[in-house]
T-cell receptor, first 108, second 114 residues
């Protein structure tokens, strides 16, 4: 069964705009991770945020975590065509469970 | 290159058959995870091994089995295959045990059951 649920399922934005994806989950977690997948390829880890952290940055990525609301968001700033991909959140406790992902399409 | 190797990359077989997917984790990683990705079910966690022992189990069917060998490579065995087993099977490795950190994914094995 899925733990995380990403929202929206799909997102199209213009190059240069910011993209925000949300993830909600149901049970307690040790950490939450975001991954990227280019079509049919293996997933690539983007960022990990621990349950006692509220915000984390990595380059153009900003992740927030609200454990009281059981939700996280991933912000990609100044989007580029190369950011077109599917993005998944994964909740980690004794298992690592992925959501169904958000398909992000950056329009040139 | 993640350092995780999966073979075969593509596999076409018939219903009722049995296949074995192989995964070599990143050097030094003790944990291996198996996931199934299909269009309608998303990325489903199947099973995790840590240093040769089963650590966590997900939505793995009884027709499927896995093991991790002393050299840390892992195999996922799928038997009595059904059309619905057609999917992309990913292996991932991690250097963490109970609470996993970053997963490194292989490029997957695409299974087509005809």
């Amino acid at each position: 069964s899925q733990q995380g649920e990403e929202d929206p399922q799909a997102l199209s934005i213009q190059e240069g705009e910011n993209a925000t994806m949300n993830c909600s989950y149901k049970t307690s977690i040790n950490n939450l991770q975001w991954y990227r997948q280019n079509s049919g390829r293996g997933l690539v880890h983007l960022i990990l945020i621990r349950s006692n952290e509220r915000e984390k940055h990595s380059g153009r990525l900003r992740v927030t975590l609200d454990t009281s609301k059981k939700s996280s968001s991933l912000l990609i700033t100044a989007s580029r065509a190369a950011d077109t991909a599917s993005y998944f959140c994964a909740t980690a406790d004794d298992k690592i469970i992925f959501g169904k992902g958000t398909r992000l399409h950056i329009l040139p | 290159d993640s350092g995780v190797t999966q073979t075969p990359k593509h596999l076409i077989t018939a219903t009722g058959q049995r296949v074995t997917l192989r995964c070599s984790p990143r050097s030094g990683d003790l944990s291996v995870y198996w996931y199934q990705q299909s269009l309608d079910q998303g990325l489903q966690f199947l099973i995790q091994y840590y240093n040769g022992e089963e650590r966590a189990k997900g939505n793995i069917l009884e027709r499927f089995s896995a093991q991790q060998f002393p050299d840390l490579h892992s195999e996922l065995n799928l038997s009595s295959l059904e059309l619905g087993d057609s999917a992309l099977y990913f292996c991932a490795s991690s250097d963490s045990g109970r609470y996993a950190g970053e997963l490194f994914f292989g490029e997957g094995s695409r299974l087509t059951v005809l």
